[in-house]
C-alpha cells in the first residue's frame, strides 16, 4: 500500500511539474501578458492558414485574417486583412507603427499584401 501511495505522489509531481511547463510556455500567456504591459507580440499559427493571428502593439490588439491562394510557383497566403479590435486604443499611434506591423507581418508572410480596415485605411492613405 505503500508503495503505491509513494507512486501516486511521484505522479502527481510530475503532472505538476508538466503543467507549469505547459503554462510557462503557452503563446496564448504571453500573448495577453504583452498585451497588458504594452508590449508587441506576434501571435500566429503560421502553418494554419484558416486561423486568424494577433499582434499587440502599444496596448491596441489586432487581428489579420490570412487568405491563401497562388502564386508564381506555389500556393501561399497572399491576402492579409487587418483590423484593430478597439479603435480608441488607436490614439498616439502614427504611420511609422503601422508600418513596423507591416514589416513584422511581412517578415512571415513576404508573398502577402496587407488590407487594413477602417480607420487605419483612411490614415495610410493620406
Do not use: C
Request: charged share 30%; net charge negative; hydrophobic share 40%.
Amino acid at each position: 500500500m505503500g508503495l503505491i501511495i509513494r507512486f501516486v505522489i511521484i505522479a502527481f509531481i510530475v503532472y505538476l511539474f508538466y503543467r507549469g511547463i505547459r503554462y510557462l510556455t503557452d503563446p496564448k500567456r504571453k500573448l495577453d501578458e504583452a498585451f497588458e504591459q504594452e508590449q508587441f507580440y506576434f501571435y500566429d499559427d503560421v502553418k494554419n492558414v484558416q486561423k486568424n493571428f494577433f499582434i499587440t502593439y502599444k496596448g491596441a490588439m489586432f487581428e489579420g485574417e490570412k487568405y491563401l491562394g497562388t502564386t508564381e510557383d506555389s500556393f501561399d497566403v497572399v491576402s492579409i486583412f487587418v483590423w484593430v479590435k478597439d479603435e480608441t486604443k488607436l490614439q498616439g499611434f502614427t504611420k511609422d507603427d503601422f508600418h513596423f506591423l507591416a514589416s513584422e507581418i511581412h517578415s512571415n508572410y513576404p508573398k502577402a499584401d496587407i488590407n487594413w480596415k477602417n480607420p487605419i485605411e483612411q490614415l495610410l492613405k493620406n
